[in-house]
């Protein structure tokens, strides 16, 4: 994950260093990304679970599909990957019609993508909230 999460950073890097006036948006996609991710890791393993994957029952509908579902997760990384690479080769000037047409396709997973990871980091922050209460109300009950 550690991998996955740097090597996007630095393509989004580079795009904000080529496309200056998307240099805001792209920084905000990064700690989306980094936060929702560690976020995700923290809670999941404060909470005693195997895997940062591992869902309850309580966990929406479409994060858990992603989580459970290896195609799902499959294809939404690609295709949200798929997207800054084709931007990167946009930008470069190596476009044309196939690169544009994916583009179209890889987008509205892109933006999926980052709708998931606003859902990840509102889910495992409200998770390490409970976990944090439950803890200090534990503590209160000892003295």
Known sequence: MVTDRSSTACLMVHLAVINPEYTFLLQLLIALDLSSHYMQMYASLTSG??????????TPYLLKLYYTDRTVLFFVCLFNELFFILWYLIAHEQGGFVV????????PVCVFKQALNVVQLVGASQ?????????RRKAKGRE
């Open 100 to 107: 544009y047409a994916f583009v179209v396709v890889s987008l």
């Open 127 to 135: 998770s390490l909230a409970r976990a944090d209460l439950y803890a």
């Open 49 to 58: 679970l195997e895997s940062h994957k591992t869902v309850s029952e309580s």
